[in-house]
T-cell receptor
Framework: DAKTTQPPSMDCAEGRAANLPCNHS???????VYWYRQIHSQGPQYIIH???NNETNEMASLIITEDRKSSTLILPHATLRDTAVYYC????????????FGKGTRLSVIA | DADVTQTPRNRITKTGKRIMLECSQT?????MYWYRQDPGLGLRLIYY???????NKGEISDGYSVSRQAQAKFSLSLESAIPNQTALYFC???????????FGQGTRLTVV
C-alpha cells in the first residue's frame, strides 16, 4: 500500500471548516483513500473513503485531486468534539490488506 | 452494548508474567486485528486473522501470540511480559471485502 504524508498538527477555529491535507503520490490505480480519526485514546473511528471521485457523508467531505496524488478531508463546521488525531490511509481496493496507520494529523479545534 | 468488546480495559502486570487480552465482536465479521499504540504514535499491527483458520503476523509480532477461538473471538497473549510492551492495545474487525474497520475501546496495559 502507498505511503501517506500528513502535517503533524493543525488548528481550526470552532465553527469554521477544517481542511486536512494528505499526500499519497505513489498511490496506484486500485487503491482507495481512507480517513479515520481517534479522539483522545479511544478506538479509531471510520470517517470516509474514496477512489477518485469526491465523496460526502454526514461527517465530512473528501476531495481527491484529479491525479489522485493528494486529498483533503473537510469538516465543514468544526466543533470542539472534532478535536482528534486524523489518519489518512491508502489501501488496496480488494480490502485484503489490514489498515496501516501513520502518525496522522492532530487537529485542535479552538473556541 | 459495544460491537467490539475488549477485556480487560486496564491491566497492570509484572515483568515475566503471562497475560491474555481478549476481544469479542457481535458484528459477524470474519476479519479481526490486534494493534498496539505507543504514546504519540499511530497504531501498529501485531497480528490479524481473516477467518477462524487463518492467522497472520503483522509489523510487530515478536513477543506476542494470538488465538482465534471462534469467528467472534480473537485473543492476544504476551507469554512473558516486558516493560516495553506497556502500551494501549486495540482490537478491530472488518467484513471480508468490507470498506471499513470497527475498533474496540482499547486495553491499557502496564508492565512493571
Amino acid at each position: 500500500d502507498a505511503k501517506t504524508t500528513q502535517p503533524p498538527s493543525m488548528d481550526c477555529a470552532e465553527g469554521r471548516a477544517a481542511n486536512l491535507p494528505c499526500n499519497h503520490s505513489t498511490i496506484s490505480g486500485n487503491e482507495y483513500v481512507y480517513w479515520y480519526r481517534q479522539i483522545h485514546s479511544q478506538g479509531p473511528q471510520y470517517i470516509i473513503h474514496g477512489l477518485k471521485n469526491n465523496e460526502t457523508n454526514e461527517m465530512a467531505s473528501l476531495i481527491i485531486t484529479e491525479d489522485r496524488k493528494s486529498s483533503t478531508l473537510i469538516l465543514p463546521h468544526a466543533t470542539l468534539r472534532d478535536t482528534a488525531v486524523y489518519y489518512c490511509i491508502v489501501r488496496g481496493g480488494s480490502g485484503n490488506t489490514p489498515l496501516v496507520f501513520g502518525k496522522g494529523t492532530r487537529l485542535s479545534v479552538i473556541a | 452494548d459495544a460491537d467490539v468488546t475488549q477485556t480487560p480495559r486496564n491491566r497492570i502486570t509484572k515483568t515475566g508474567k503471562r497475560i491474555m487480552l481478549e476481544c469479542s465482536q457481535t458484528k459477524g465479521h470474519d476479519r479481526m486485528y490486534w494493534y498496539r499504540q505507543d504514546p504519540g504514535l499511530g497504531l501498529r499491527l501485531i497480528y490479524y486473522s481473516f477467518d477462524v483458520k487463518d492467522i497472520n503476523k503483522g509489523e510487530i509480532s515478536d513477543g506476542y501470540s494470538v488465538s482465534r477461538q471462534a469467528q467472534a473471538k480473537f485473543s492476544l497473549s504476551l507469554e512473558s511480559a516486558i516493560p516495553n510492551q506497556t502500551a494501549l492495545y486495540f482490537c478491530a474487525t472488518s467484513a471480508a471485502g468490507g470498506d471499513r474497520a470497527f475498533f474496540g475501546q482499547g486495553t491499557r496495559l502496564t508492565v512493571v
